[in-house]
């Protein structure tokens, strides 16, 4: 076997001396290096789909239609190239260390148990094989994807655009609520959402969340309002068409503590105008409408930044 591979999975630990497969030379190396190397990597993504289109429940086509062999090497070459940008544009490889933690993370979060043990056991319960295939892809799209929605250079232009909304609508603010919130639509689409200030009753629990991404950098800033902070924001706003169509009341407590802890201190009485906030998908821009002890009514505007599949694609291969 290549000892350098050998001894990336031994620091990984996830190697097994007493059953080392030699099936699992080249798994753990960075990129796809070759022919070999991608065949190696579209078996094992294969077999991973296989079992995910196993549990799939109701009518299905066969796994020979839903998942062809040309679509199983795009995808793997695409985790390559993903790989390749994150080193080429941010100087982030990934490490051994990284990829074990993920395999950890994994087996300990996971739902479904058994449908994870069927993954392990379609790529020969071999942990280089699993960690490569399955964790690393993981890592690095988080990992990219986190750099991304962070990098101010990419999406200074959507920055701009929300300071000049912020600043249009604290300059209507004398001519009053209606006033900003036409100030605002120039800019976008304009929403009208009212929350509960008091607790949510018990009865009445909130919708359970997606599965949240890795935190990322939500700042806000803006003259007297300067206000950072560092907050896993999956979801910060319910989407207020959803809640009126079905009639769900949205709680002040649902947001996200840092977000909520912002929009507190900054939304105090009817035309109060947030900072601009930096969430992980776009900048958003709020202003009261009204406020009493028991509910806030703001309206709000968000802005996308750049779409990170077409930045991605437009990034040279390697």
Known sequence: MNRSILRLALVCGLWNTASAPASTTLLMLPLVAGAADLALLAADRTAIERVYHEHRSGTKKPFA????????????????????????????????????????????????????????????NDPARFARAMARPIVVERTLRVRFDNDDTLHAPQRRQADAARRAVLAAKPQGTAAQQEALKPFGEVHATTWKLGPRPTAAAPPAPASPPPPTKATATGGIYS?????????????????EADGRDLYFDDLDPELRKVLAAQLKQAGDVSAVIEMPAGFVVFAATA????????????????????????????
Do not use: C, F
């Open 227 to 243: 206000v950072e902070a560092t907050a896993q924001v999956a979801h910060p706003l319910a989407s207020p068409a959803a809640t």
């Open 291 to 318: 406020v009493t002890p028991e509910t806030l009514a703001v309206v709000s505007l968000s802005l996308p930044k750049r779409n990170y599949d077409e930045w991605l694609n437009q990034q040279p291969e390697n």
């Open 65 to 124: 239609e839903t998942m062809p062999p040309t679509l199983i090497e795009q995808a793997v070459k695409l985790d390559a190239h993903k790989e390749a940008v994150l080193k080429a544009v941010y100087q982030v490889e990934i490490t051994p260390a990284m990829v074990a933690a993920e395999v950890a993370r994994i087996d300990a979060t996971t739902r479904a148990p058994e449908m994870l043990a069927e993954i392990k056991a379609a790529l020969g």
